[in-house]
């Protein structure tokens, strides 16, 4: 089956400083991965995705992701966190085989120090 | 294109009640996902519409809980005789051939 995992619940970062969230994910074939942002109350904005070709994608707001197959990862990175990017990330997996639906982790909160 | 819509933002009501949910996907976006997301979790797959057809439902979605899609344009999720479980944002996304799925900014549901 598969499932997606964010270890870490909670992250605090200074502004400025850089930023890596992690994403652990099983499943049998290549999946299909996303980074979504989510504020207080508010619906999910998609960063990136990864469906295949060059391993390191960029997306928005200055953030990029690797997909590692070798160690199922799919590590959400930033070199300058700002203080808008205080929010939840989640990570979620989905395939074609599976009607394209989303397996999400449980989110890592992100907290920026002035 | 003014993106995934979804009506109430908010909704409160009592246990026992009927509640109904409106999703207004991306035009042209043919398939439809609706999405459960409690406190502190990562949203959880409820249900998916490819065009009109009902194609996967979840466990999670008792016989409490109908959707439909006529016509293949918006959704309705209700659900009937809430409990205080069903407190919850309700999250709908559409996509289409590009695969990835749009959110709009869901219904919280309180249920005291």
């Known amino acids: 089956a598969q499932s997606v995992t964010q270890p870490d619940i909670h992250i605090t970062v200074s502004e400025g400083a850089s930023l890596e969230l992690r994403c652990n994910y099983s499943?049998?074939?290549?999946?299909?991965l996303f980074w979504y942002v989510q504020s207080p109350g508010q619906g999910l904005q998609l960063l990136l995705k990864?469906?295949?070709?060059?391993?390191l994608v960029q997306g928005i707001k200055g953030f990029e992701a690797e997909f590692k197959r070798s160690q199922s990862s799919f590590n959400l990175r930033k070199p300058s966190v700002h203080w808008s990017d205080a929010a939840e990330y989640f990570c979620a997996v989905g395939a074609r085989d599976s009607s394209y639906k989303l397996i999400f982790g449980s989110g890592t909160r992100l907290l920026v120090r002035p | 294109d003014t993106g995934v819509s979804q009506d109430p933002r908010h909704k409160i009501t009592k246990r026992g009640q009927n509640v109904t949910f409106r999703c207004d996907p991306i035009s042209e976006h043919n398939r439809l996902y609706w999405y459960r997301q409690t406190l502190g979790q990562g949203p959880e797959f409820l249900t998916y519409f490819q065009n009109e057809a009902q194609l996967e439902k979840s466990r999670l979605l008792s016989d409490r809980f109908s959707a439909e899609r006529p016509k293949g344009s918006f959704s309705t999720l209700e659900i009937q005789r809430t409990e205080q479980g069903d407190s919850a944002m309700y999250l709908c996304a559409s996509s289409f051939r590009q695969l990835e799925a749009f959110f709009g900014q869901g219904t919280r549901l309180t249920v005291v």
């Open positions: 990864y469906f295949s070709g060059d391993t």
């Open positions: 499943y049998g074939a290549t999946p299909y």
